[in-house]
């Protein structure tokens, strides 16, 4: 397939669930960087190859705030990335790396088997939900939504008579354009609750970070880079590793049969969620060349991980699911100080959700064709992954 020497759009890069997109295939064969339009009209740079971004991710030019926020060329419009735009403060790095170092104790590997019971019994309080519905279910609202935001609320410590309104409110930051929401009763809210954490802490993320000494403004705007990292990400890879497996029982039968391949397989559905539209709105802190182009300062560059977890380069028959892959160094997380350190939460939700599921409710299947899944106006609607519903029956 031939490029087009106009710039590429990101809304014709879009990949349907548990499909491939013919022009952004060609794109990555072609070479690893592009120039391209985004979703607001704005140009940046779209990366698609492994070893290109592993080596942006080492790289101390590029960084996920803009000098001039106001002046920033955007992804989207809507406020989450509005505000990681702004966030980065006169030394971005210093900030990133002072952020990783309050948040990474909370998120050990010891912390998380403290937190697996209580993540099984959120899972399995969630099943016993879905079961009590009539069928179909749409298992996005019905679980893979719900499911990850009570889990981080349990880590952050948000009063459980609290939780749906905050799920209201961050369901409502995740819009774009028109939908796009006020920020000022969702932060409100965060800057409330972390006063309150202030005259009565406990053992939780957003009373550790109230520790740190911060005021409420920076916790608020921790917190809610948390959630948005957290939440709507592993919820995608719930409703996108339960698709392939309903639609795929070459891969779910071994797992219901042999349930320590699942560690395994929850790495490989990681990696195989999306092709591309892993973007991941970063700036140049200075001019630097990258593959052939010439990155200037201030330019958005947009690593793609979904699509760079598809480069041969990097992974034998790419396009195979293979849940025996080892090793299986894939870019979900990102990469080097970039690296998500939720990325242990992540694994233990998904590796407890699958199993739960497979198991109890054995019969599982779609109640619509694969193909009836996506809808490319929910890419442009919201920011989510390319499902559009999960209707299931038993």
């Avoid at 990850?148 to 952050?156: F, H, K, N, S, Y």
């Avoid at 409330?192 to 005259?199: D, N, P, Q, T």
């Avoid at 948005?228 to 990400?233: I, K, L, M, P, V």
Wanted: net charge negative; proline share 7%; glycine share 6%.
């Amino acid at each position: 397939m031939t490029v087009s020497e106009e710039l590429p759009t990101l809304e014709a890069l879009w990949s349907p669930a548990l499909g491939d997109n013919k022009l952004l295939r060609a794109m990555a064969e072609e070479k690893p960087v592009w120039r391209v339009r985004t979703y607001t009209g704005d140009e940046g740079w779209l990366v698609l190859g492994a070893p290109e971004i592993k080596a942006l991710m080492l790289d101390r030019r590029l960084v996920r705030s803009h000098p001039n926020p106001a002046d920033a060329t955007r992804l989207t419009d809507n406020p989450i990335y509005s505000m990681i735009a702004g966030a980065g403060g006169a030394d971005p790095h210093e900030m990133h790396a002072a952020m990783r170092a309050l948040l990474i104790p909370f998120f050990t590997h010891k912390k998380m088997a403290a937190l697996r019971p209580r993540i099984e019994a959120i899972v399995h309080d969630a099943i016993d939900e879905v079961l009590a519905l009539p069928q179909p279910v749409d298992l996005l609202p019905a679980f893979s939504l719900p499911v990850p935001l009570r889990v981080l609320c349990e880590l952050m410590g948000v009063p459980e008579e609290e939780r749906d309104t905050l799920a209201e409110l961050l369901d409502r930051m995740h819009g774009t354009g028109d939908a796009a929401a006020d920020q000022s009763e969702f932060f409100g809210y965060l800057m409330g609750l972390a006063a309150r954490k202030r005259e009565h802490p406990a053992d939780d993320v957003i009373s550790g970070v109230v520790a740190a000494g911060h005021d409420d403004v920076v916790i608020a705007t921790i917190v809610a880079l948390l959630l948005f990292a957290g939440h709507e990400s592993i919820s995608s890879h719930i409703g996108m590793g339960m698709a392939r497996l309903l639609t795929r029982p070459d891969l779910r039968e071994p797992l219901v049969a042999d349930q320590d391949l699942m560690a395994g397989a929850v790495e490989e559905m990681l990696r195989t969620a999306n092709f591309g539209g892993g973007w991941q709105p970063h700036y140049a802190f200075e001019d630097f060349e990258l593959a052939g182009e010439h990155i200037r300062a201030g330019d958005l560059v947009l690593p793609d991980f979904a699509m760079a977890n598809y480069d041969p380069r990097a992974f034998d028959d790419p396009d195979e699911v293979d849940f025996h892959r080892s090793p299986n160094q894939h870019l979900t997380f990102a990469h080097g100080a970039w690296h998500c350190i939720g990325a242990p939460l992540a694994r233990l939700e998904l590796n407890t959700v699958f199993t739960a599921l497979l198991t109890r409710i054995p019969t599982m299947r779609l109640a619509v064709e694969a193909g009836e899944l996506s809808n490319p106006e929910k890419v442009k609607a919201r920011l989510s992954s390319t499902l559009a519903w999960l209707p299931v029956t038993w």
